[in-house]
C-alpha cells in the first residue's frame, strides 16, 4: 500500500495551530474536491516517492503537489506558474526545463519532478536543514526568506519558520495547508475521508519513439482515452510528437504493452503534421494559402491571436504531404520559433493629452494625500 509507505516515511516537523485547523476542515468539507484530487494524483505518486526515497528526502514532500496544482500536471496559474510542481518560466529555465512552441517541461511529470526535488533540496542546504523554510522558500523566494529572517521576529515562535514576520497571505497559509494534507492522508478514517486504494508499482512505464506521431494516433494504438494520454503527456504543446524532442512518452501498463505491440503492424502514415518556416514576414492569410491550409486552421493549430503578422523566420505547424518522408530535425524542433509583430502601425498617443492626464492624477493625489493627513491630525487632536 503506497500511502501506509508515504506515512511511514514522514519526516518534515510537523506544525499545530489555528491555520492547520482551517485548512484541514476546508478538504474536510469538499469531499469531492478531495476524491478528484487523489485520484488524480495516484496517477503521479509512485514515481515522486521512489524518486524522494533515491534522494533519502522525507517522503511526505510527495504531497506537496496537492497544494501547489491539486496534482493537475496541466495546471497554468494567474502568474504562469505552469505543471504540478507550478515551476515559473525562468526558475524552469535554471533548472533545465525545456520550453518552446512544442512541448513546455514545466508540465512534463519526469522533468518536472527531477527539477522540482533538484530546487527544494537546493534550499534544504541553503537554510540549513530547515525543511519548514525550505518550503516557504519554494512558495516566496529564498530571497525573500533569507530578508524575513534578517529582520526583527516572534521570539516566543516554536520554530524559525513561524517567526517570520511579513509573510503574504499565500505563504502564510502555504505550510499550514501542507501540514493539514500530511493530517489527512496520516490518519483518514479519523477525518472522515476516504483516499483512493493505491498499490506500490508504478502506474505508468516509459516507451521511446523514433519517428514523428500524431498524439490522438499514439493514444489510439495505446488503446488509451486522449484526456488520459494528455495528463500523462501534458508537456506536449502541440498536436504530434517530434520524435528528435520527445523520444519517450509515457502510457499506463496496459496501454504501453498495447502501444508496442500496435505500432509495429501500423500501415498508415504515423505524422499528418510537419513544420514551415515563414520566408518572409506574412499575414496569415497568405501563409495559409502558401501551405495549404484554411487561414482559421493555421492560426488555431498555431495559436495566433488577430491581427498579428508572422515574422520572417518563424516556425510554424502545418500538414504533412503525402510524399515526405523525412521527420522535423532536432534543430526545428528544439529552438524553432514563432515570432508574431502587430500588423499595422503602433498606436500614437498625443503627447500634450498624456502629459495632461498626468499632471491632473498627480494633483488628485496630493489633495486625496492633504485631506488624508488632515483627517488624521484632526483624529489626533493636533493642528497641522
Not at 519526469?110 to 527539477?115: D, G, Y
Not at 478514517?189 to 500524431?214: C, K, M
Not at 503525402?322 to 502601425?345: I, N
Amino acid at each position: 500500500d503506497l500511502w501506509s509507505l508515504l506515512r511511514a516515511g514522514y519526516r518534515v516537523p510537523n506544525i499545530d495551530n489555528a491555520l492547520v485547523r482551517k485548512w484541514e476542515r476546508y478538504y474536510i468539507e469538499r469531499p469531492d474536491y478531495m476524491a478528484r484530487m487523489t485520484d488524480r494524483g495516484g496517477r503521479y505518486l509512485f514515481h515522486v516517492v521512489e524518486e524522494l526515497r533515491k534522494r533519502n528526502m522525507p517522503l511526505d514532500l510527495a504531497l506537496l503537489p496537492f497544494i501547489e496544482s491539486a496534482f493537475n500536471p496541466q495546471a497554468m496559474s494567474i502568474a504562469r506558474a505552469a505543471g504540478m510542481w507550478q515551476f515559473m518560466p525562468a526558475t524552469g529555465r535554471v533548472y533545465a526545463l525545456h520550453q518552446n512552441m512544442f512541448r513546455d517541461d514545466r508540465r512534463d511529470v519526469l522533468a518536472s519532478t527531477r527539477a522540482a526535488l533538484d530546487y527544494l533540496q537546493r534550499l534544504h542546504e541553503m537554510f540549513a536543514g530547515d525543511w519548514q523554510l525550505a518550503l516557504a522558500a519554494y512558495n516566496w523566494g529564498e530571497g525573500n526568506v533569507k530578508r524575513a529572517l534578517a529582520r526583527k521576529r516572534d521570539k516566543r515562535a516554536a520554530s524559525p519558520y513561524l517567526s517570520l514576520q511579513g509573510m503574504p497571505n499565500e505563504t502564510r497559509n502555504y505550510v499550514p495547508k501542507f501540514q493539514a494534507i500530511k493530517n489527512l492522508v496520516a490518519a483518514p478514517q479519523d477525518h472522515g475521508i476516504t483516499l483512493p486504494a493505491l498499490e506500490n508499482h508504478p502506474y505508468f512505464l516509459s516507451v521511446s519513439i523514433d519517428r514523428d506521431i500524431d498524439v490522438e494516433l499514439a493514444a489510439r494504438l495505446a488503446q488509451v482515452s486522449l484526456e488520459e494520454f494528455q495528463y500523462l503527456n501534458p508537456q506536449l504543446n502541440r498536436p504530434v510528437l517530434l520524435a528528435t524532442l520527445t523520444p519517450k512518452i509515457l502510457l499506463p501498463y496496459d496501454g504501453a504493452n498495447a502501444f508496442v505491440r500496435s505500432l509495429p503492424q501500423y500501415n498508415g502514415p504515423l505524422a499528418s503534421w510537419t513544420v514551415w518556416v515563414a520566408p518572409r514576414t506574412l499575414k496569415p492569410t497568405a501563409a495559409a494559402e502558401l501551405v495549404g491550409m484554411g487561414e482559421a486552421e493555421l492560426r488555431d493549430v498555431n495559436r495566433i491571436p488577430p491581427n498579428m503578422l508572422i515574422q520572417t523566420g518563424s516556425v510554424l505547424l502545418v500538414p504533412r504531404p503525402e510524399d515526405r518522408a523525412h521527420d522535423v530535425s532536432a534543430k526545428l524542433a528544439t529552438s524553432g520559433q514563432l515570432s508574431l509583430a502587430p500588423d499595422g502601425p503602433p498606436e500614437v498617443r498625443e503627447v500634450g493629452t498624456a502629459m495632461n492626464q498626468l499632471a491632473r492624477r498627480i494633483g488628485e493625489l496630493l489633495v486625496a494625500e492633504r485631506e488624508s493627513i488632515a483627517d488624521l491630525s484632526h483624529r489626533l487632536r493636533t493642528p497641522l
